[in-house]
């Protein structure tokens, strides 16, 4: 594998970490699971024990959630390249939210939380997705 390869495998995989969290804060649910394999796993930061599998099962899963207005930030995401094929990452991950309101913003939100995100990455017919997502949260504000 060329350096540019490696480049470009690693851009790819850190882009599909920032479009995991603008998708999330879009409630855009059909382009958030299309991020993962058809037999992607995600395990959410809130809830770091419970698998949620399968690319129909995530969309349905990620629509439960209540209506927000949530901001993601992703930070110190590096993306490990283990073969032309798949790729590890890791990123932090911190974000706020407060129910979906008419009142004008900004709204008051919750808990600032803090946590991070080990990924699994493959490369497939339809370009680099998440085979598995794993979330856990380290810190939240009161």
Same mark, same amino acid.
């Given at each position: 594998? =060329?350096?540019?390869?490696?480049?470009?495998?690693?851009?790819?995989?850190?882009?599909?970490?920032?479009?995991?969290?603008?998708?999330?804060?879009?409630?855009?649910?059909?382009?958030? #699971?299309?991020?993962?394999?058809?037999?992607?796993?995600?395990?959410?930061? #809130?809830?770091?024990?419970?698998?949620?599998?399968?690319?129909? =099962?995530?969309? =349905?899963?990620?629509?439960?959630?209540?209506? @927000?207005?949530?901001?993601?930030?992703?930070?110190?995401?590096?993306?490990?390249?283990?073969?032309?094929?798949?790729?590890?990452?890791?990123?932090?991950?911190?974000?706020?939210?407060?129910?979906? #309101?008419?009142?004008? @913003?900004?709204?008051?939100?919750?808990?600032?939380?803090?946590?991070?995100?080990?990924?699994?990455?493959?490369?497939?017919?339809?370009?680099?997705?998440?085979?598995?997502?794993?979330?856990?949260?380290?810190?939240? =504000?009161?």
């Amino acid at each position: 594998m =060329t350096e540019l390869e490696r480049l470009c495998i690693e851009w790819a995989c850190e882009k599909i970490c920032r479009q995991f969290a603008n998708y999330s804060d879009r409630a855009d649910f059909d382009a958030l #699971s299309a991020l993962f394999t058809d037999d992607g796993v995600y395990y959410r930061p #809130s809830v770091p024990d419970v698998a949620i599998t399968g690319r129909e =099962t995530l969309r =349905t899963e990620f629509g439960k959630r209540p209506p @927000l207005v949530i901001k993601h930030l992703v930070s110190n995401c590096v993306i490990d390249v283990v073969s032309p094929t798949s790729a590890r990452g890791f990123s932090y991950i911190s974000y706020i939210a407060a129910p979906k #309101s008419d009142a004008a @913003l900004p709204l008051v939100a919750g808990p600032l939380h803090l946590g991070e995100f080990e990924d699994r990455f493959v490369l497939t017919e339809d370009g680099w997705k998440i085979r598995e997502r794993r979330g856990r949260l380290a810190l939240k =504000t009161s």
